[in-house]
Structures are given as structure tokens and as C-alpha cells.
């Protein structure tokens, strides 16, 4: 036996081998394959709870700091009314009324006014929904 015939021999037994090893190993990939997978998928399900977890907590906090805000808010009210005797005056009416109309606009729902000739030339306020021109 020369060293070609050998040389096909052994060509012929890789080959084959390949063939084996490919036969063998394919479903232990396509096993490994499927674990990675669902590895991933539980990375991402994970990764999107841990979202909509910060998500929830932020308006919560926002809430709570809302909330806090509006008590705040009712305090100062109050303490004003004492101060003043417990008389709203033309005044601090006048000053509600433009504090509200600055906070309607800041949340992008400005009312639209309209002013009626009286003595103290208080506008009133049409604060039903405006139909979109969109």
C-alpha cells in the first residue's frame, strides 16, 4: 500500500467521521441551542418586569409628592382665610382665580374666557372640553 491509497483511506475515514460526528452532535446543539434560547427569553421577561417595576414606583413617588404638595397647598389656603378674618376678599378671589388659569395652561388645557361686563370685571370661565380641530 502506497502513500496515496493511503492517504485516500484516510480521507475517506475523516469524512465519515464528520458525517458521524455531525449525526451525533446535531441534536445535542439543537438542546443547547433551545436552552440558550429560553435563557434569553427569561433574561428579557426579567429585564421588563425590572421596568415596569421602576415605571410603577416613579408614579407612585410622583403621587405621594403630589399628594404632599396638595396639603401644603390646603395649609396655606387656610392659614391665608385666618389671616384675612376668615373673609375672602375680592382680591385673593382674583388672585385664586389667575393662579388656576396659569396652572390649566401649564397643563397644556387653557380655558377660554369670556369676559362679561360686571363691577368687579371677573371673566367667566367656559371649561367644557374643546372639540379637536385635528
Do not use: W
Not at 425590572?50 to 413617588?61: F, G, N, P, S, V
Not at 389656603?77 to 388672585?95: K, V
Request: glycine share 6%.
Amino acid at each position: 500500500m502506497d502513500f496515496d491509497d493511503f492517504f485516500k483511506i484516510f480521507i475517506v475515514f475523516i469524512i465519515i467521521g464528520a458525517i458521524i460526528g455531525l449525526m451525533v452532535g446535531c441534536p445535542s446543539y439543537n438542546v443547547y441551542y433551545s436552552k440558550k434560547q429560553g435563557e434569553a427569553e427569561l433574561a428579557k421577561a426579567e429585564q421588563s418586569k425590572q421596568i415596569i417595576l421602576a415605571e410603577a414606583t416613579a408614579r407612585l413617588e410622583a403621587a405621594r409628592l403630589e399628594a404632599e404638595a396638595e396639603v401644603i397647598r390646603a395649609r396655606g389656603m387656610a392659614e391665608a382665610i385666618e389671616i384675612e378674618g376668615g373673609l375672602l376678599t375680592p382680591e385673593y378671589n382674583q388672585y385664586l382665580m389667575i393662579r388656576t388659569l396659569n396652572e390649566m395652561s401649564e397643563r397644556g388645557h387653557p380655558p377660554e374666557l369670556i369676559y362679561l361686563p360686571t363691577n368687579n370685571i371677573f371673566p367667566t370661565i367656559d371649561i367644557k372640553k374643546q372639540k379637536s380641530t385635528e
